[in-house]
């Protein structure tokens, strides 16, 4: 991750490779750098105000300790949230989950791949029955992992049996992480909740569920937030996946989604290849992100 170009730390450049001491065209310009790279209104001001009180306490002057002050402020930001993947549970199984376009089916594939750097014994699962790309897709990403997938039996299985199926073969043979791809649409939000509370407990007959992960797309800020709300609030979620960030300016959609949700960023996907997904590390996050 550290050795990655991003982009949205342009944002930041002209401001520190500008003027060297401290004025208020640095705090106004600092002020648009943050609002353009999707911090939001509420965690701009946050960080404006916190940093302005630190210089005055601290008789900043020079833009470069400015710098260092915003890197450690969104570092400490990120860093109150947990990233560490919950895998312990043999078999560890991971239900992911979001609206349809957002990347889950590919993130699956990347995050099968990721976890067989650690030795691990990987099995997916391609319970979006509802979208028969979708199980295509997820078998088409899991043969460049190398990992098994459990397939529907037939069209249109119930997403649950295919849930129930995955977790029993892995439990069978000692796999020990079991993926399950979930539907990202249905006719309604509360019948893709049910029917999401109805894989939860069908797995939960056989295993505990370690984690709910949901991808977001990086590249629609805010606005994807608010069409995950539901996921939030049904669907018992864990953790956060964010992808398509190495084409966003919107890295501070990174900080502000943590601080929104209370839900950690455990998984980062930056790339179109199998192996552009990487765990979420706050140090390196807000190096890149700040420059």
């Known amino acids: 991750m550290a050795e990655r170009s991003w982009s949205f730390s342009k944002a930041f450049r002209n401001i520190f490779s500008g003027p060297a001491l401290i004025t208020e065209d640095t705090w106004d310009d600092l002020e648009t750098a943050l609002i353009t790279a999707d ?6 001001e946050s960080i404006l105000d916190q940093l302005r009180e630190d210089v005055d306490r601290h008789r900043v002057t020079e833009v470069k300790e400015l710098r260092s002050m915003l890197r450690d402020a969104v570092e400490e930001r990120l860093a109150k949230y947990d990233p560490t993947l919950r895998l312990s549970e043999r078999p560890a199984v991971i239900l992911v989950v979001g ?5 889950k089916t590919t993130t699956i594939g990347k995050f099968a791949n990721y976890l067989k750097n650690f030795d691990k014994r990987i099995i997916v699962g391609a319970a979006d029955t509802f979208r028969a790309a979708a199980v295509e897709q997820l078998a088409t990403w899991a043969d460049r992992a190398g990992v098994d997938i459990v397939k529907p039996q037939q069209q249109g299985q119930d997403p649950a049996s295919v849930a129930f199926q995955t977790v029993q073969r892995a439990i069978e043979e000692d796999f020990e992480i079991a993926i399950i791809d979930t539907a990202g649409r249905l006719q309604t939000k509360g019948g893709l909740m049910d029917e999401l509370g109805k894989v939860r407990r069908v797995i939960e007959k056989q295993a505990p569920v370690a984690e709910v992960l949901l991808v977001l797309d990086a590249t629609t800020g805010q606005n994807g937030l608010a069409q995950a709300e539901a996921f939030i609030e049904h669907a018992g979620v864990t953790g956060l996946v964010l992808t398509k960030l190495d084409g966003s300016a919107k890295g501070g959609f ?6 929104k949700t209370g839900l950690p960023i455990k998984l980062v996907g930056q790339g179109e290849g199998i192996t552009d997904l990487t765990g979420f590390t706050p140090h390196v996050f807000a190096q890149q992100l700040v420059g």
């Open 99 to 103: 609206v349809n376009g957002v990347g």
């Open 254 to 259: 990174v900080l502000s989604v943590q601080e």
């Open 39 to 44: 911090f939001g209104p509420d965690v701009t």
